[in-house]
């Protein structure tokens, strides 16, 4: 059936789906039910060309564009999958989200994303994280539906569609879902991977945030968080900072005790200074971490007391000295001026 251009003018739509929706009285009383039927299919196009119509096409041509259009109006605020079926005027509009998340970079999540992380929200170190996005958007995660949606950031990952090919790649692979994971991590170093893209590998199998989260707190693979001392990150949003998993010993540092240290140090490596705006594609330091003054081995805590800064190279550069030089006992930072 040929429909009218979805974006006329939204007046001239209403006043004509009025029409169709009066003459339908009289189509009601008669006994015909396909004639009922046939007469309402009308009212049906035109009502989805006044929601297309509610978005002006000089601002979006299609469909996918009227979603993005829509959510970049409403950024950070829970939007109904409805809302989304009005303004994008087709029936498969759940599909183009999932293409604007996944393929075109948009931080749009989903209900059903928010439950995995607040399931999994059960250490401190993530109620923290949990906690401070319930705050910004003002509704605890666990109430937030499943066709519920939210744009987290109202600028494009253009990252994204190159990543795309490598997620679904990885995806195919018959391994586990947390070989999957790191495997995607570690053909995007350094990129800002996002929770969805972490559960389409998953192929929305929830435990993909528990996944990341050994990867990171027992495996010891550097993925940065928000709240693990990259405040720059957005939350929800992963960085696999260098390609090699920590020292064992640095291993389950609580982030409540990695941001102390952290803050304590200034955010910079206590032997040679640098920090993460210094960050350079020539120089080899890509992250801070923390190094135990007295080392585990030898009883050393996962105590502010007994953690310094470190580049990775400093770190490096300290796991190399003869162990005799090691685990200062007076808990001093090594390399701090005397
Ligand atoms: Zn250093
Ligand atoms: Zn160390």
């Not at 330091?285 to 585990?296: A, G, S």
Request: glycine share 6%; charged share 35%.
């Amino acid at each position: 059936m040929r429909r009218s251009r979805p974006n006329d003018d939204p007046e001239a739509i209403r006043e004509s789906l009025v029409g169709i929706l009066t003459d339908f009285a009289g189509e009601l009383e008669g006994a015909d039910l396909r004639a009922k039927v046939i007469s309402l299919i009308p009212a049906f196009h035109k009502l989805r060309d006044l929601g297309c119509s509610l978005i002006p096409g000089g601002e979006a041509s299609s469909a996918r564009e009227r979603i993005i259009a829509y959510l970049k109006r409403h950024p950070r605020i829970v939007v109904d999958g409805d809302e989304l079926m009005v303004v994008s005027g087709i029936a498969e509009w759940a599909r183009r989200v999932r293409e604007l998340r996944v393929q075109f970079g948009w931080a749009i999540y989903s209900g059903v994303t928010f439950r995995d992380m607040a399931e999994d929200a059960g250490r401190a170190e993530d109620a923290q994280e949990i906690a401070s996005l319930e705050i910004a958007l003002g509704i605890p995660l666990a109430r937030i539906k499943p066709d519920q949606y939210v744009l987290m950031r109202d600028d494009q990952d253009r990252g994204a569609a190159h990543r795309w090919n490598v997620l679904n790649e990885v995806r195919r692979k018959k391994v586990s879902v947390t070989d999957k994971i790191i495997e995607y991590f570690r053909l995007n170093v350094g990129e800002e991977i996002t929770g969805e893209e972490l559960k389409y590998l998953a192929k929305d199998k929830k435990e993909w945030a528990r996944r990341v989260r050994e990867l990171r707190t027992e495996q010891g693979w550097p993925i940065a968080t928000k709240n693990s001392g990259r405040g720059d990150l957005a939350v929800g949003v992963y960085v696999l900072e260098e390609d090699r998993q920590s020292y064992e010993h640095d291993r389950r540092i609580p982030d409540a005790v990695r941001v102390a240290v952290l803050t304590r140090d200034g955010f910079k490596c206590v032997r040679c200074g640098w920090n993460r705006s210094m960050l350079s594609p020539a120089d080899p330091r890509k992250m801070l971490e923390l190094h135990h003054v007295r080392h585990h081995k030898d009883k050393g805590e996962n105590t502010v007391e007994n953690l310094v800064t470190l580049c990775n190279v400093d770190h490096d550069e300290e796991h190399r000295r003869p162990h005799a030089e090691q685990g200062d006992t007076t808990a001093r930072p090594p390399h701090a001026p005397a």
